[in-house]
């Protein structure tokens, strides 16, 4: 049994994970933290999870308070910043940890400061941080002590889009994403922007013009892919929703590439995978209904009169593949289990 610890457990990412590794077989749940409900049973703050064997008798504990408890693997549902903090003391007491804000996932503390306007409170683990695109993470998991988990939006952008660039079948010309979450991306913290009276019958852009923090993260990683900066222009939207990001792309075709090509080289590409599918032309284009409450990719790939130019539609359940099912994927593949493992 891996004995696991869940930094932030009172958060919806932390929800999320209890309930998948409440199934997960080869998993001891050593601790759960809260600033906020310390002292509390997680089945306190949220009754749904009543009855999960795995934190039964289990207290929420501050962050601080769980250093003492030697765990294999640590999940950090924290906020930006002081994941950081949580990860490293866990780091050099010998666990291996899994980050699920953005504390790990840029390269730089110069790119971390453009994006997040903090000061990173640990530079020096960066270069050791993997970035868990579990896909095209695979080979370098079983090794990896820090991994970053990718953000929700970034991965319903990356996994469409990573191949294509690798593939040199995308031209010169802007690619451009357009992407809609659910509330829930937002976090659990209330704020009024996000209250029901705000969100109800209302879909809105916001951080317009290349400001969501976001972007820094999905363009180091389009560049690499691509071998050099190109044009691309990211805006998210609110949609009064719960849950789930659909991401439309538009796509320059390189010379003499179709939309079909885009379409089998994503195919080839991910044959096999057990989360990612990318649908036949006749199967159309997905919604987020298809992949609500999963750890699944659905990608279709759509011609257009312009010839020129393809749209891409990704869906994606922002709290599973966009956050904790895809961090227990990243554990699994870290600690020798099937990928799929607690996830089916």
Known sequence: ???????????????ELVQRLERHPGVEISFISSEASAGLELAEVFPVLSGCTKIEGLRLRTAQD??????????SCLPHTASAEGCVAFLNNGARVID??????????????????????????LPTALYGLVEHARAELPQANLVANPGCYPTSVLL????????????????????????????????????????DGSFAAYKVGR????????????????????????????VPME?????????????????AR???????????EPFVKVLTEAQGVPSTGHVRGTNR??????????????????????????????ALQNFNAMFGFPETTGLL
């Open 211 to 238: 400001r969501h923090q976001h972007t820094g993260e999905m363009t180091q990683e389009l560049y690499d892919a691509a071998g050099g900066p190109f044009s691309f222009i990211f805006t998210p939207h609110l």
């Open 262 to 272: 885009l379409r089998q080289i994503l195919s080839e590409r991910y044959e096999g």
């Open 160 to 199: 469409p889009l990573l191949p294509l660039l690798e593939a040199d079948a995308v031209g010169e010309g802007m690619i451009v994403a357009d992407s809609k979450s659910g509330v829930t991306g937002a976090g659990r913290k209330a704020t009024l922007a996000n209250s029901f009276c705000e969100v």
């Open 66 to 75: 769980c250093q003492s408890t030697k765990v294999d693997a640590v999940f």
């Open 100 to 125: 699920l804000s953005a504390d790990f996932r840029l390269k730089t503390p110069e790119a971390y400061t453009k994006w997040y306007g903090k000061v990173h409170p640990q530079p020096g683990y």
């Open 243 to 259: 849950r789930g990001i659909l991401s439309t792309l538009y796509v320059p075709l390189a010379k003499g590439v179709t939309a």
């Open 1 to 15: 049994m891996i004995k696991v610890g869940i930094l932030g457990a009172t958060g919806y990412t932390g929800v």
């Open 297 to 326: 990719c659905h990608i279709a790939v759509v011609s257009t009169v312009e010839e020129d130019v393809a749209v891409v539609v990704s869906v994606i359940d922002n709290l599973v593949k966009g956050a904790s099912g895809q």
